[in-house]
Each structure stands twice: as structure tokens, then as C-alpha cells.
């Protein structure tokens, strides 16, 4: 197995970050490959004009924009040879960190992981396996009004889904700020029921 592990969390004491190294150390043994993206310790440049290359197609004529295509060409290389890739992904004001915005912004690539046909957008990065941890304060999975505030798992599906992976997989620890021990423990015990190690060949 090649598994990617993306932590973005900004603070010290994470939730997100427990449960993506819970979710690791089980579903690897030894023999994987496992590359650690660790997005706040190391974070990935804002898209910017300097970084569009891979949009535009055009040329690089200065030594940033050379290191900004570079930048993007191993993120997205390094996702597309990932078979597992399990992000850490806390809601933050509603939405995602912006240092895992900045690492999807560089994976939607037309060519890479996705494409335009005559019949309208087609995934291309199918066959990988998605487990995103998701970690919140409040309570969104529940009520439609609730779940209209959540723009942190519709937005993660809507991505991977574009991108061609539609059954993205959702570890969710919620109502963290009223019972932090009881929803990291259900957590946990929701991955122990529902992610298992692949046999070993
Ligand atoms: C900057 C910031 C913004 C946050 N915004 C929200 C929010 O909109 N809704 C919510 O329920 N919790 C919010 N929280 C709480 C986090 O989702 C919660 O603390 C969760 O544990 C974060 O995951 P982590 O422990 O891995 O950092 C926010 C926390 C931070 C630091």
C-alpha cells in the first residue's frame, strides 16, 4: 500500500491529528509506504499568478514560476500515486483550514484528475481510497439547518467527487467542544469497526 497522510490542523493539542495517526498505524503494516504531508508545519504557497502554470499551460519565464509548476507537479504526482490517502481535516469557520485548501487547489488539475468532455467533467483520479477525519466543535450531522452550515464535508466530497473518487470516507468527531473524550473515544471505536488492515501478501 501506498498511503498519503495530510494532517492541517493549527493547533498543538489535535483531534485531527490523534485520529489520522489512529487511522495510519492501523490500516499499515509493515512493507507500505507511507509519506507524512504535515500542512501546517510546511505549508503549500497560496495559488497565486506566479503559480497558475498548470491552469494556463503557458511557458514559465521566471525562476518562481519554474519552482510554483514544480510544486505543483509533485503534489499531484505524489497524490496519483497514492492508493490510500487519509487527510485530517478540521472545520474551521465553518469550512476547511486554508493550508488544505492550498493542497486541493493544487491537485484539480485538467489532464491529472480531471478532464472536460463533450458530456461535461470527468474524474480521473478514481481507485484511490479517501478517508477524511473530519473534527468539529459543534453539532452539523444531524438537523437540514445544521447540515447547511457544513461547508467542510460537502465541500471535501464535492472536490474528491470531481476529481472522480465519489465514496469519499467520513470519520467524524463532532461536538468536540462539549465532550472531547466522548467523541474521540466513538471515534475511535467507529474506525476500529469499520477500517481494517488489508491482509498482508
Ligand atoms: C480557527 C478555528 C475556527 C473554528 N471554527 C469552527 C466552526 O466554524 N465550527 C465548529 O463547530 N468548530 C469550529 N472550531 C473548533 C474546531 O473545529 C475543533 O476545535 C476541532 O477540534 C478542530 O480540530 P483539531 O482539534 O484537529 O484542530 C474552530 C477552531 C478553530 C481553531
Do not use: C
Not at 47 to 52: H, N, T
Not at 98 to 120: H, I, M, N, P, V
Amino acid at each position: 500500500m501506498k498511503l498519503l497522510h495530510i494532517d492541517s490542523a493549527i493547533t498543538s493539542n489535535s483531534a485531527s491529528r490523534e485520529l489520522t495517526h489512529y487511522i495510519v498505524d492501523r490500516l499499515t503494516t509493515e512493507g507500505d509506504q507511507v509519506q507524512h504531508l504535515d500542512l501546517h508545519a510546511q505549508p503549500i504557497d497560496h495559488l497565486a499568478a506566479v503559480s497558475l502554470g498548470f491552469r494556463t499551460g503557458q511557458q514559465a519565464a521566471t525562476q518562481a514560476e519554474r519552482d510554483q509548476n514544480a510544486l505543483s507537479e509533485q503534489l499531484v504526482s505524489q497524490f496519483l500515486d497514492a492508493d490510500t490517502i487519509v487527510i485530517g481535516a478540521p472545520m474551521y469557520n465553518f469550512s476547511i483550514p486554508s493550508q488544505l485548501k492550498a493542497w486541493l487547489d493544487r491537485l484539480a488539475q485538467a489532464g491529472r484528475t480531471f478532464r472536460y468532455t463533450e458530456k461535461g467533467p470527468e474524474g480521473l483520479a478514481g481507485g484511490r481510497r479517501v478517508i477524511v477525519v473530519s473534527t468539529r466543535g459543534g453539532q452539523y450531522a444531524g438537523t437540514p439547518f445544521e447540515t447547511a452550515m457544513d461547508h467542510q464535508e460537502a465541500f471535501l466530497r464535492t472536490m474528491f467527487g470531481f476529481m472522480g473518487i465519489a465514496n469519499v470516507e467520513i470519520v467524524r468527531a463532532e461536538r468536540l467542544a462539549m465532550d472531547r473524550d466522548g467523541s474521540l473515544a466513538a471515534a475511535k471505536a467507529h474506525i476500529d469497526a469499520t477500517l481494517t488492515a488489508p491482509v498482508a501478501a
